[in-house]
Structure formats: C-alpha cells, structure tokens
C-alpha cells in the first residue's frame, strides 16, 4: 500500500506512523474506523472522538459561522466580509422601501398617515408612498356592507315605551365606511364598530321612548326604523365619524316574557274592539244614506201632494167664482144647468130602466134587464 512503504505499522510517508495499518490512523488493536471510531470493543482501547461527538462539534461550528464567530479548537471559523454587510444592507434597504408599496383592490380605500397625521386618500390600484415608519396606510372595505346586530341579550334589547310599557327589540344596521373621506373612521372615532353599534342601542331607546307600545309591535314600525336611521346618521355626523348609514330593521319586538300572555290577552282585545267599532262604522254607512234616501223621498211626495191639494183648490175655487158670475146673470139658466150637471154625474153611471105611461102603451117591465145588477 502506498501509506505503508516506511514501515510496518502504516506510516505515511511524511507522517508519523498509523497504528495498526490503518489508512486513517485510528487506535485500538482490532482494526481503524475512518471516522477516528475505535473499532472492535466499543469501551476498550484508546480512540478518537466517535462520530456523534463530530457531529455535535459541526453544528457547533455552523452556529458559532452564523453569529461571525471563530470555528472550534482555536481556529477561526467563516465571517461575513465588507461584501456580506453590504448585502445585508441592500436587503434591508429594499425591505424598508417595500413597506411604501400600497395595493388597494376594487371596493377599498387607503388612508395614507405621515407620522400619524392624515395625508392622502388612495383609490384601488397600484400606489406608492414613503417607507415606514415615516408614512403608514390602513385599508377599508369601503363597499362591502357592514351588519351590526342589537339585541341580543336583555340589557339592550329591553326599553321602555313612550307609553309607561317595557317592550323587547332586537334590530340590525347595515352601513358602510365613507369611501371618501376613510380618514374620519380611523382618526376620529376609537374603537369604530362597537361605537356604530351603542350609538345605533341610544337612538332606538330615543325613538322607542316616544313611541306608544302599539306602535311599536304592530303597526308603527316602518315609521319607527325611518326615523331612528335618520337621527343615527345625524349623530355619527356629528362625530364625523365617516359612517353611512344604510338601513335599519326591527328583527322582533314583543313584549317581556314574564308578561307576554298579558300583553297579548291586551293586543287581541284591542284588536276586537277595532273590530267592532269597524262593523259599527260599516253599518252607520249603510243604514243612514238609506234612511236619508228615505226621508227625502218622503217630502217630495209630501211637497207633490201639497202642490196637487193647493192646485186642486185653486181651480175649484175659479171654477166656483165662474159659475158665480154666470149665476148673478142669469140665476133660473144657472140653476138649471147646475141640476143637470149633477144628475148626469149622479145618474151616468147607474142602470136604470125608464117607464113612460104616457105613450098610451102596456107598461112593460123586462126582467133580464132588472138580473143584469145582480
């Protein structure tokens, strides 16, 4: 072997000599390991450093190459030149510049800040302000709808009514941040949606506390939802607090469960009552155009027969003062035109069968004549 032409034990050529002929110089009488592992006996004879032990000195070694400092056993270990810091500087530079790189998508808006005070708005696209900390952004979902539910445990959802009653509400708001001015909702408000939310808890109980229990579980509630997304948008104005409010609706209002069979026993016996008084109404529409109807058909037969008697009057009247001026003329004429007039009316609708005994004839009475009445 080319490490064992100086002796027998193994010696290279320029080295000391190996121990038992080994390649790798490794001690013990049973053989070399080229990881300086003695071979044979595990426990016996002296050796080098098992395989375990270099192991645990490389992952030293790489460590102490991270921190910069010297490798193990008196040696210097690899550190980072002038070269690897000014790597190290250009990717931090370019880190510290990345965090100007603004992306706002369709229905966002950005609030760009320099040193916490409100600088400009971003609208979706590509954008690019100063590094931090020196300028920062926050994004908003400026058209992606907002819901906010109040109600849901009895401390906000119990009011009370303007009408002395306790009432259970349980409603939404639906809104959205301003997508022109997003600013006022980081700036001006703290803690923005539980404020949207109390705000939204106070106007209902205002509106509620002005309004009679009624209104508010039955027939009032449209009124009632109008009114309270108008002043709830007047009050986050007035905070300015870059909110829009969309809708406002009552999921359920009813009253408390200790007394709701009360209060419903209350609703139905109201509602027979309207019901009652509507039949009411019904029939005084029906019955007194009738009886109107009735009345003033009633004096125009009245005024018809009055003007037929004052007619009829009138002309017996003139008739009379006729005959009266007729009569002062020629009394004996008038007398006998009068007793004729009366026998025609009298007798002109009579059977009669008349007997002359003057005729010298046999006075004949025809039977058939006198059955004919019968």
Do not use: C
Not at 17 to 27: C, D, E, L, M, R
Not at 162 to 169: R, S
Not at 329 to 338: C, G, I, S
């Amino acid at each position: 072997m080319p490490w064992n032409d100086k002796n027998e034990n193994g010696g290279g050529p320029d080295g000391p000599p190996k121990a038992n002929g080994g390649p790798w110089g490794s001690g013990g009488g049973n053989g070399g390991s080229p990881w300086n592992r003695p071979g044979g006996n595990p426990g016996g004879g002296k050796g080098g450093p098992d395989l375990e032990e270099q192991m645990r000195k490389m992952q030293e070694r790489f460590s102490r190459r991270g921190r910069g400092g010297g490798g193990g056993g008196g040696g210097r270990g690899p550190s980072f030149g002038p070269g690897g810091f000014a790597l190290m500087g250009v990717v931090a530079l370019v880190a510290w510049l990345a965090t100007g790189i603004v992306v706002v998508d369709e229905g966002e808006r950005a609030a760009v800040f320099r040193f916490g005070a409100y600088e400009t708005n971003f609208t979706p696209g590509f954008h690019v302000h100063l590094p931090a900390p020196i300028e920062t952004h926050e994004i908003l979902q400026s058209e992606t709808q907002q819901e906010a539910i109040i109600g849901l445990n009895s401390d906000e959802s119990l009011m009370l009514t303007g009408d002395e009653n306790i009432v259970d509400v349980q409603f939404r708001i639906f809104w959205f941040y301003d997508g022109d001015h997003p600013e006022n909702f980081i700036l001006n408000i703290d803690n923005g949606e539980p404020l949207v939310k109390a705000a939204a808890e106070s106007v209902m109980r205002e509106v509620v506390g002005k309004s009679a229990l009624n209104a508010v579980l039955t027939d009032g509630r449209v009124e009632i939802q109008n009114l309270v997304r108008i002043e709830l948008q007047r009050l986050l104005n007035d905070y300015g607090a870059g909110v829009q409010v969309e809708n406002v609706e009552i999921q359920d209002a009813r009253a408390p469960a200790p007394v709701r069979d009360a209060f419903i026993d209350v609703i139905n016996a109201g509602q027979d009552a309207e019901r009652a008084v509507q039949e009411a109404i019904r029939f005084r529409n029906d019955i007194v155009p009738r009886s109107r109807g009735e009345a003033q058909r009633i004096l125009q037969d009245a005024q018809a027969y009055r003007d037929q008697v004052i007619a009829d009057a009138t002309g017996q009247a003139d008739r009379f003062l006729r005959i009266l001026s007729e009569y002062l003329k020629a009394p004996q004429v008038t007398r006998e035109r009068m007793y004729l007039e009366t026998m025609e009316r009298v007798l002109g609708g009579a059977d009669k069968l008349i007997l002359d005994s003057d005729s010298g004839a046999v006075p004949y009475l025809p039977l058939e004549r006198t059955r004919q009445g019968n």
